[in-house]
């Protein structure tokens, strides 16, 4: 039981929230990824991938993190490899910290298309950059706590069935949402958002924190 931070190789910024969010978790590095673990101020207990992508000038204690080393040509990801490790470990709940940006749009679009499936599965799922979070949207309902003005949008992973959106600038009351549909991008939070599914499955995008280029 209990969460691990997984961190990633895209885009993070440090803040308060995100500190929150990760306070007493394990942590896993996967491949780039530990160059993060400087910028939160973590050790991980254990660093996962093939490791093509090692930052340089790694302090003595993270790169004397235990490894856990793969083949270049595998049929994970060194993040979905991680993630397997936490898992492994007994994770019932992960932050991937990192998941958005970074050099590889395929594996950005990966993170959210696979914090769907943990979800599925069970597993509570968190990705950011700090900046910009993800939560899984599956059939139910749930809450959220974002500030009045938070950008946020509802991207679906499939046609959409029943979904209410309250506390926001544009609320939706029980709408059919088709697959690829916009409908449901750029909205904004005004008082307690609220998010209910009937079918379907889609992912909350936030921006708690300003965007650098706004």
């Not at 959210?112 to 700090?130: H, I, K, M, P, W």
């Not at 059919?176 to 916009?182: K, N, Q």
Request: charged share 20%; net charge negative; aromatic share 6%.
């Amino acid at each position: 039981m209990g969460t691990f931070t997984i961190l990633l190789g895209g885009e993070l910024i440090r803040t308060p929230r995100l500190e929150r969010q990760i306070e007493g978790s394990r942590v896993i590095a996967a491949d780039a990824g530990i160059g993060h673990a400087r910028l939160l101020g973590l050790l991980p207990e254990l660093w996962v991938g093939d490791f093509d992508s090692v930052p340089a000038n790694l302090p003595k204690d993270l790169a004397a993190v235990p490894r856990k080393v793969f083949p270049a040509e595998k049929d994970m990801t060194d993040g979905e490899l991680a993630i397997a490790e936490a898992l492994a470990l007994g994770a019932t709940s992960l932050v991937l910290a990192g998941a958005f940006g970074g050099k590889r749009a395929d594996h950005a679009i990966l993170h959210l298309a696979l914090a769907v499936r943990l979800a599925e599965a069970g597993t509570t799922v968190l990705l950011t950059s700090g900046a910009q979070e993800g939560v899984p949207v599956l059939p139910g309902s749930a809450a959220f706590d974002y500030a009045d003005g938070t950008l946020f949008s509802v991207l679906g992973f499939s046609d959409l069935s029943g979904l209410t959106v309250t506390g926001a600038k544009w609320p939706l009351d029980s709408v059919e949402v088709a697959f690829g549909s916009s409908l449901t991008i750029s909205n904004e939070v005004k008082g307690r958002l609220g998010i209910a599914l009937e079918r379907g499955r889609a992912l909350l995008l936030a921006h708690p924190y300003p965007l650098p280029e706004s």
